[in-house]
């Protein structure tokens, strides 16, 4: 069964804090992860893929795997009001095809000026 | 930059009808995929496709859809008699590899039936 859980929020969150996002998720099949940023009415922009446990950073980005956990989660340091937008985790299989992404629902937040 | 471009952007139809939404994936892309979005809802797989054939499906994409690479340069999602359901947000999206962790998506289109 593919599900990936994701807080919808909205998330509000002062200009210049951390935010934190996170999903879970029940297939352990799952081996690539990543997180998407989606602005209202527009595709989804990838920001950030990994596929191991541990962390990754890009920039003020930094993307977290826990496999055993089944827990991922995005962290924004530095937080700008035009980082307000849904951000969208998703992940994919190893297979042999061409599987799609699964995405979470997205979270919704808001970094006011 | 290389980008994912869908037309129309906008596209109103009536219950029944057939439409066809296009998208030119980025020239040396070789993985496609449809997903769609209904309004507030998860972004869902529909189909990828490669070297000319379906690669996998979802339990969506049923016989009302089909897509087809008619030239070098288009993809094209085909709905043949579309249902109020279908209303949504469909996104093209292409990658260069199998592994799918650098997928571009285009802006969409986004498909109102009435």
């Known amino acids: 069964q593919k599900e990936v859980e994701q807080d919808p929020g909205p998330l509000s969150v002062p200009e210049g804090a951390i935010v934190s996002l996170n999903c879970t998720y029940s297939n352990s099949a799952f081996q690539y992860f990543m997180w998407y940023r989606q602005y209202s009415r527009k595709g989804p922009e990838l920001l950030m893929y990994t596929y191991s446990s541990g962390n990754k950073e890009d920039g003020r980005f930094t993307a977290q795997v826990d496999k055993s956990s089944k827990y991922i989660s995005l962290f924004i340091r530095d937080s700008q009001p035009s980082d307000s937008a849904t951000y969208l985790c998703a992940m994919t299989y190893s297979g042999g095809g061409a599987d799609g992404l699964t995405f979470g629902k997205g979270a919704h937040v808001i970094i006011p000026p | 930059e290389p980008e994912v471009t869908q037309t129309p952007s906008h596209q109103v139809t009536q219950m029944g009808q057939e439409v066809i939404l296009r998208c030119v994936p980025i020239?040396?892309?070789?993985?496609f995929y449809w997903y769609r979005q209904i309004l507030g809802q998860k972004v869902e797989f529909l189909v990828s496709?490669?070297?000319?054939?379906?690669?996998?499906k979802s339990e969506i994409f049923d016989d009302q859809f089909s897509v087809e690479r008619p030239d070098g340069s288009n993809f094209t999602l085909k709905i043949r008699s579309t249902k109020l359901e279908d209303s949504a947000m469909y996104f093209c999206a292409s990658t260069k590899d199998r592994f799918n962790t650098e997928a571009f998506f285009g802006q969409g289109t986004r498909l109102t039936v009435v």
């Open positions: 020239s040396n892309h070789l993985y």
């Open positions: 496709f490669y070297n000319n054939e379906i690669s996998e």
